[in-house]
């Protein structure tokens, strides 16, 4: 389907828009193009693209959003100052500045009902038994009137109180200037201060410089002029999918205004609100199916937009040279895309609840939806390349505090290693916490169901976890259920921060890198980040650490019948199980010098949820019939589901006889090639509608040997390429016993290959639709 046809369909729409009364002038085109940036069409691109909007005139988003007010809830000030480790930020302090901000404001309920739109996802909410919460404003409100309705429903009236009404007369009044038209392209040093360069060739020079052009514009301007330290890298949104309901009452009428009640709840992983529902904007949520644009025309006062709405992703933004407006990118993982379905399933629930008679999702052709036995079919997780997902709130890429290696401006604003250099907007608030292993913290979480012994939660457990910078949206789904530090194995001072304060605590070290971009990662971070924690972990009294290692460190099987045990001696494979090998030894010695507990998990080829990239790319691979089998294909791996895997991380950290011992950790039984191929081939066609081509790429025993000896050559001159890795390993027998870890700790693993897959699939091909590979990853964590 062509992108441009809906496009021509809405032009062709807004030409008749005549016929509602009006609502769609020339002046509301030209305010479109004063008011925002880019006319309202700004895009963070990824698998699934987010629509954003913001201003870009005196007052910014104050002049363009709804004015709906919350005070920031204490759980997430909390987050915020431990992750970032921020001076004086506590509920506290904010309580004064919250009070003179909702005076200044005039924060206020509605004097008169609500609009019924708001009232119906009211009702739909309370018929379900959830709690639907009306938001106050920054509006003053002058007087109700009784025009509106049919029914003469009181019409609320009031003045917004944006920037232009509030803060900036009063900054102009105590003798600020204001110079329009103007564009800063780029702030340099000067010897008395700033010299701020506009794009029209005019120099401005200061001795302090505040920084409020916004969480894209902000970045965009640092970088630019040079500044790069974590700017510009973790940019988030709340990603919202859109329901345009249709009643058989109504619902609407032309001076509604914005809607007011909202669903809060769901354990934080999403909420529902109604939409701002003129003519023009029912028309926009109505481009996904454009077949039913001239619905509008006679329908427009029975029908509202909704709402669902999540804290997930993470994004970036970059200048592109010889173009004004940057590059912005955000990525929503498979889970965030899950959260977002159940959250647009659960919104729809409601407002069938509230009597709605037809649902259209910003899910292009998908819909309409009439009966509540419908929602079952929806998606799961949204399908990225069909999904149109919208944003009015952008925030947190130049986040504050004093964790110099993840900030990029202090507790007050001011950027690190400048003098007289401040930000003053949304860019600095911090986002929700993730990090890796997912499948360990959820086992901790939330149990194993099929462990009888594991499948009641871990209780009055709390979780600190350690996180790349830019990979803290790993884990959303478990966003406020952890404490997250963010920072790199490599820095002994994150180590530091990340052990503080955790005397008698368990350590899982699980994270280590397997696809390096150069060989001498290896030993920088699976050898030195390993000491670098164990040092840490050690000085803090950690009591026992639990550490992942590999098969690696005993390389391949001597014969297809050997299995490895815990008695194989090491016969390092590359210098990745020369990495592992070291640092099985390293945690050794911490354990026979009595400075802390171990456990060493040797775990081979893991598979299932929270899987990295490449997976997909081997199960695209099958599906589209160039899997690599070399020789004949019945060579054996181990491998290890990842609630097995979790399982026998718990029982290792928690068994008392478990202290210096080494195990195996991995599935029943090991399998062929041919039949994990099989086995994914199968499920993709018969269980996930993907159309599979039967072929295999078949290629000689030798091709493997081949492949080991140039990667040997490469390695040895410190340089890596990951499939000639792989490709090394495609006919050899790598296979383990668990009967020690069965025998000790009492591990049963209860997930095979099959339904492991079946899982595995599922978080990638779970709506049925084929979407795009995602690049490789080098790392793993």
């Known amino acids: 389907m062509s992108p441009f046809g809906p496009l021509r369909d809405f032009v062709k729409f807004y030409e008749t828009l005549t016929l509602f009364g009006g609502y769609a002038q020339l002046h509301e085109g030209a305010e479109m193009v004063q008011k925002y940036r880019a006319g309202g069409l700004n895009v963070a691109l990824g698998r699934c693209k987010v629509t954003y909007v913001e201003g870009r005139c005196a007052g910014g988003g104050s ?38 901000n909702e005076r200044d404001l005039s924060v206020s309920y509605l004097p008169g009902p609500a609009p019924p739109a708001s009232l119906a996802l009211k009702a739909g909410a309370e018929a379900l038994g959830w709690d639907a919460m009306e938001v106050p404003r920054w509006y003053r409100y002058d007087a109700v009137s ?43 040093r000067c010897r008395n201060g700033w010299q701020l360069n506009t794009q029209q060739g ?103 937009i909704y709402y669902a709405m999540s804290t ?23 889970a965030a895309r899950v959260k977002l379905a159940d959250g647009l399933r659960d919104l729809c629930r409601a407002l069938f609840a509230a009597g709605a008679v037809s649902l259209y999702p910003s899910i292009t052709g998908w819909g309409p939806l009439t009966d509540p036995s419908e929602l079952s079919a929806l998606p799961r997780p949204l399908p990225a390349a069909r999904t149109n997902l919208m944003t009015v709130h952008v925030m947190g890429s130049c986040p504050m505090g004093e964790t110099q290696n993840s900030t990029a401006v202090d507790s007050f604003g001011k950027v690190h290693g400048e003098k007289n250099l401040y930000i003053n907007d949304a860019s600095i608030l911090g986002g929700a916490p993730g990090v890796n292993p997912q499948g360990l913290i959820k086992a901790l979480l939330d149990g194993i169901p099929e462990c009888t012994p594991l499948a009641i939660p871990q209780k009055n457990v709390s979780i600190r976890v350690l996180v790349r910078p830019g990979e803290e949206s790993s884990l959303e789904e478990f966003t406020g259920r952890l404490e997250t530090i963010v920072g790199d ?19 899982f070290h699980v994270a280590g890198v397997i696809h390096p971009r150069w060989a001498r990662e290896f030993q ?21 650490a639990v550490v992942m290692s590999s098969n690696s460190p005993l390389g391949c099987n001597p014969h297809p019948d050997h299995r490895f045990d815990e008695q194989s001696p090491f016969k390092p494979y590359m210098g990745y199980g020369k990495s592992k ?45 160039k899997a690599p089998i070399v020789g004949g294909g019945e060579n054996l791996r181990s491998m290890a589901y990842i609630d097995n895997l979790a399982q026998g991380l718990i029982l290792a950290a928690t068994h008392p006889g478990a202290n210096g011992e080494v195990y195996w ?111 490789k990853q080098n790392a793993a964590a």
């Open 312 to 334: 997930d992703g993470i994004g970036s933004i970059r200048p592109i040279p010889g173009y004004r407006d940057p590059f912005v990118r955000y990525q929503l993982n498979i």
């Open 146 to 188: 009784g025009e509106g309705l049919a029914d003469e429903s009181p019409t609320n009236v009031g003045c917004r109180q944006s920037m232009t009404e509030t803060f900036i007369p009063r900054a102009l009044a105590a003798g600020a200037k204001l110079v329009p038209n103007s564009r800063i392209h780029r702030l340099e």
């Open 63 to 100: 002049e363009i959003n709804s004015g709906l007010y919350h005070r920031t809830p204490e759980s997430v000030v909390d987050k915020w100052r431990h992750r970032f480790q921020i001076d004086d930020l506590s509920m506290e302090n904010l309580e004064p500045l919250f009070l003179e």
């Open 524 to 544: 920088l971070i699976n050898v030195q980040g390993t000491a670098n924690l164990l040092r840490s972990a050690i000085d803090s009294g950690v009591q026992r």
């Open 581 to 625: 090998m070291q640092m099985e030894q390293l945690v050794s010695s911490a354990r026979i010098q009595k400075q802390i507990e171990t456990v060493l998990i040797r775990a081979p080829w893991f598979y299932g949820p929270f899987q990295p990239p490449r997976q997909r790319l081997f199960f695209e691979m099958i599906r589209d019939g």
């Open 665 to 775: 950790i991995a599935d029943e039984r090991p399998y062929s090639m041919n039949e994990i191929v099989s086995t994914i081939e199968r499920l993709l066609e018969h269980e996930y509608a993907q159309v599979c081509k039967h072929t295999r790429l078949k290629l000689p025993g030798f091709t493997s040997e081949v492949a080991w000896c140039v990667d040997w050559l490469l390695q040895s001159v410190g340089l890596y390429h990951q499939k000639i890795h792989v490709l090394s390993e495609m006919n050899k027998t790598i296979a383990c016993s668990i009967a020690k870890a069965q025998r000790e700790l009492g591990y049963s693993p209860t997930v095979s290959l099959e339904e492991g897959m079946r899982r595995s699939l599922a978080e990638l091909f779970g709506s049925g639709q084929k979407e795009g590979s995602d690049q």
């Open 202 to 304: 005019q120099i401005v020079h200061a001795d302090t410089v505040f920084l409020a052009a916004g969480a894209i514009g902000t970045p965009l301007l640092l970088r630019r002029s040079g500044f790069k330290r974590n700017v510009g890298n973790t940019l988030r949104l709340h990603p919202t999918v859109k329901v345009l309901a249709v009643f058989n009452r109504k619902v609407n009428h032309a001076a509604m205004g914005v809607p007011v009640h909202q669903v809060k709840g769901f354990d934080g992983d999403y909420s529902f609100g109604c939409s701002i529902s003129s003519p023009p904007y029912l028309a926009m949520a109505m481009m996904d199916h454009p077949e039913y644009l001239h619905t509008i025309g006679h329908d427009w006062e029975n029908m509202a």
């Open 489 to 507: 194995l490599t820095n002994p001072d994150d180590c530091k921060r990340f052990c503080i304060d955790s005397d008698g605590a368990s350590l």
